[in-house]
């Protein structure tokens, strides 16, 4: 079955086609003087390649596919831990979700199941066996080529800043560490050129060991890269194993699975899971709104529904704030951390519940939007498209970037104006940051064309050559 252009429920589109481009003009209108400049081909394709894909015009309508939509340490508000005095505005739940790393990935492991599921199991549901076939053996193929091509193209741009002297400023500043932040770990400038790349490649080796669980010292967030291929593997098993059942025995036992994995203290591979039971809650939202005619379906002034969805959305961004430190004692999670734990409970199994409380969170917000299209409507913007569009070329070269241009940005800034008063310090970090953020923008852009695409063309060229 494939889905209608036109499916609708509760009144609005669940899944759209299509969305309109709006023009930029502003910034357009300050583009043409630099294309004026590049006066032959090979320089307008330089050119076209450096311009941001956000400032060209199309006319043409952008297809939205179903999920498009998709594309720190803290301690507790208020908590006791740290000395006290734990009342500052970004400590808030909800808040401190805008810079906490850690829930941000538990979101993104439930949205690589939902997008990796999504064809599946609208093919399972169809019965379209030859295609779905055809699908998985395409997925599998080409993921570890999907992951690891454009992550390798910027580790050896990492490297080769590195024999050139670029990260010398940053390893100093670890060793004398001038922020109030985390002093992300670094590693180590060696003497020689030599002996550095011959530990670039010892790290490089062992991140392409898809078993063993490393954080890359040349850049520490690559950890995701070698689970995200491990659950995307467990994944595929999961639906092709389950693939033929009875869609109400395939729920239930994707939702005995989600269980048991978070029981066994594996909730990564459980967000997977969980994606790959919203996929398929995705689907059947889809084949009862095509099904239900026009005068039977729910009118828009009921607004009960969307409470309840309002609801199950705070409660999943609630569990997802759960704080690092001083649960037992910041408002609003001290009853439910008595009740998951004994407050005299070692460290380390008040944190596997806080884990395991942030991951249900990431499972109940995503299945909040699931569920309700409204509060799909910020993820369907040009912008939100966008930013997902060059996410993960972005996720791979913020770390090298954030080295190498935001620390010595910030210190720069601070020679300049001072930070011995709040406004200045703050200033200065602020600042940097948006400066750094529109050049990791800007380069995530460009390596999105010039990067990721390709790789993704390069691994279905080998699929379709060496296909029987």
């Known amino acids: 079955m494939v889905l209608a252009q036109d499916t609708h429920i509760n009144g609005t589109p669940l899944l759209r086609t299509g969305i309109e481009q709006k023009k930029e003009l502003n910034f357009i209108t300050m583009w043409k003087p630099l294309e004026a400049i590049a006066s032959n081909t090979c320089r307008r394709s330089i050119l076209a390649t450096l311009k941001p894909s956000f400032l060209c015009q199309s006319v043409k309508a952008r297809k939205v596919h179903p999920t498009g939509w998709l594309d720190g340490w803290l301690v507790g508000y208020g908590s006791e831990d740290r000395g006290g005095d734990n009342y500052r505005f970004s400590l808030l739940p909800v808040v401190r979700l805008t810079y906490a790393g850690q829930a941000n990935v538990a979101i993104f492991w439930v949205l690589s199941g939902i997008s990796l599921s999504l064809k599946p199991i609208q093919l399972a549901r169809e019965q379209s066996w030859d295609k779905f076939f055809d699908t998985m053996f395409s997925s599998i193929f080409r993921r570890g080529m999907r992951l690891y091509l454009p992550v390798l193209f910027v580790q050896l741009c990492v490297i080769t800043a590195a024999c050139l002297g670029l990260y010398n400023y940053a390893w100093e500043l670890a060793q004398d560490w001038p922020f109030g932040g985390v002093n992300e770990a670094q590693f180590e400038v060696f003497a020689t050129n030599m002996e550095q790349i011959q530990d670039w490649l010892a790290t490089m080796w062992d991140l392409l060991n898809p078993f063993l669980k490393i954080y890359p010292k040349y850049d520490l967030h690559l950890w995701t890269i070698q689970r995200e291929f491990q659950y995307s593997i467990i994944l595929f098993a999961a639906l092709v194993g389950l693939s033929k059942l009875r869609p109400?025995?395939?729920?239930?036992?994707?939702?005995?699975?989600?269980?048991?994995?978070?029981?066994?203290?594996?909730?990564?591979?459980?967000?997977?899971?969980?994606?790959?039971?919203?996929?398929?809650?995705?689907?059947?939202?889809?084949?009862?709104?095509?099904?239900?005619?026009?005068?039977?379906?729910?009118s828009t002034d009921d607004h009960n529904p969307t409470l309840l969805w309002g609801i199950l959305l705070y409660t999943g961004l609630h569990l997802l704030s759960w704080p690092y430190e001083g649960a037992a004692t910041s408002p609003g999670y001290i009853a439910l951390s008595n009740a998951f734990t004994d407050f005299n409970s070692e460290v380390d199994q008040r944190q596997i519940i806080g884990d395991q409380c942030r991951r249900l969170g990431a499972a109940i917000f995503l299945f909040s939007l699931c569920g309700?299209?409204?509060?799909?409507?910020?993820?369907m913007t040009n912008t939100a498209i966008y930013l997902g569009k060059i996410s993960f070329p972005l996720y791979i070269i913020h770390g090298p970037?954030?080295?190498?241009?935001?620390?010595?940005?910030?210190?720069?800034?601070?020679?300049?104006?001072?930070?011995?008063?709040?406004?200045?310090?703050t200033f200065g970090i602020g600042f940097g940051f948006c400066i750094t953020a529109i050049v990791v923008i800007w380069l995530a852009d460009i390596m999105s064309k010039l990067i990721d695409a390709p790789s993704v063309r390069f691994g279905r060229s080998l699929q379709e050559k060496w296909s029987c």
């Open 372 to 379: 309700c299209e409204w509060f799909r409507k910020p993820f």
């Open 248 to 298: 109400h025995i395939r729920i239930t036992l994707v939702a005995v699975l989600f269980t048991y994995c978070m029981k066994v203290d594996q909730g990564d591979v459980a967000l997977f899971i969980a994606g790959m039971g919203l996929a398929e809650y995705l689907q059947i939202r889809a084949e009862n709104a095509v099904q239900l005619p026009s005068e039977e379906k729910p």
């Open 401 to 425: 970037i954030n080295h190498m241009i935001g620390y010595p940005l910030v210190e720069c800034i601070w020679n300049r104006i001072g930070n011995e008063t709040t406004f200045t310090h």
